[in-house]
């Protein structure tokens, strides 16, 4: 499990942390949200064990970072890879360095090389790959090991749908083995099919935590009646169902359409992860 506590960190005049705090079970996937620049990368660099904080601790299952290495698997943001070397020396070298035995790298190695479809590319160099396949090389020199705590940084950023697909799909199966995970991603429909709690970040410190249903209760969906005129009127509510239901009845003019909807992840977001300088 992973464990933060009043985690700070400033660089010069930005205060990229301020006070973050989260924990995250064993089995769970916490979605970390938050707009550019809010803190998410400093969090994964020293949850990882990469930046040192001027404040608070993290503890991955009970110790600090850097004598939990073999427990944490990070990707990293933006790519980082070995241009020369193949895919399949990348798990090799991952695979070693965590300290597995010949034959259970072998088995971990077959079971990425199939669940992030990376067979075909196994044998290429990395430098000529495209982003979607460096994105899930990447992946796999995460997951190589087994980590109980996976960090997650934008692991599908740029990638396509079949990229997109096979990471979801694996850390799902991850999560359902027992990892503690921490996803950080622009696409906000991702974190509903991972069935991710979420946590929004804002300004270096987490403003809300919860999962979808939690979060979403309260916020206004809206109401939207196109008259035959063309004419729209557009209501924002808590309760859609029943105000278009007075709507329908309180009026005379003929209607050709009408849009319900609820209020979403995105609605979340908006009111609470932009900052009004933003
Ligand atoms: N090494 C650094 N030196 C100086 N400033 C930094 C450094 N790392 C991060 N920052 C600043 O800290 C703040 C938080 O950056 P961070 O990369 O953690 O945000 P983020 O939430 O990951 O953003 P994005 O969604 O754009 O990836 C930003 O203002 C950034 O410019």
Request: glycine content about 10%.
């Amino acid at each position: 499990m992973l464990d933060v506590h009043d985690l700070s960190k400033r660089y010069g005049a930005v205060n990229a942390l301020d006070g973050f705090n989260l924990q995250v079970a064993s089995g769970e996937i916490v979605g970390l949200v938050g707009h550019n620049g809010a803190g998410k990368t400093t969090f994964v660099e020293i949850a990882s064990g990469l930046v040192r904080a001027d404040r608070g601790y993290v503890t991955v299952n009970g110790r600090v970072p850097a004598d939990a290495r073999g427990d944490i698997g990070v990707t990293p943001q933006h790519i980082g890879l070995y241009p020369s070397i193949t895919v399949r020396e990348h798990l090799l070298l991952f695979g070693r360095l965590a300290g597995l035995r010949r034959a259970a790298l072998a088995a971990s190695i077959e079971e990425l090389a199939v669940a992030l479809r990376l067979t075909e590319i196994m044998d290429r160099r990395t430098g000529v790959l495209s982003g979607g396949q460096q994105r899930r090389t990447q992946a796999a020199t995460a997951l190589i090991h087994k980590p109980s705590v996976l960090l997650l940084d934008e692991p599908t950023a740029g990638a396509d749908l079949e990229t997109r697909q096979a990471m979801l799909d694996v850390v799902k199966q991850r999560a359902g083995e027992g990892a503690a995970i921490v996803y950080t991603t622009h696409y906000l429909p991702e974190l509903t099919e991972l069935h991710a709690t979420i946590a929004v970040i804002r300004d270096g410190r987490i403003v809300a935590r919860g999962n979808y249903d939690e979060l979403v209760q309260g916020l206004p969906g809206e109401v939207r009646v196109i008259f035959e005129d063309e004419e729209d009127l557009r209501v924002s509510t808590t309760e859609p169902t029943a105000t278009l239901i007075g709507l329908l009845s309180s009026t005379d003019r003929a209607i050709s359409a009408v849009e319900l909807r609820n209020a979403s992840l995105d609605d979340v977001y908006r009111s609470l992860a932009v900052n009004d300088a933003s």
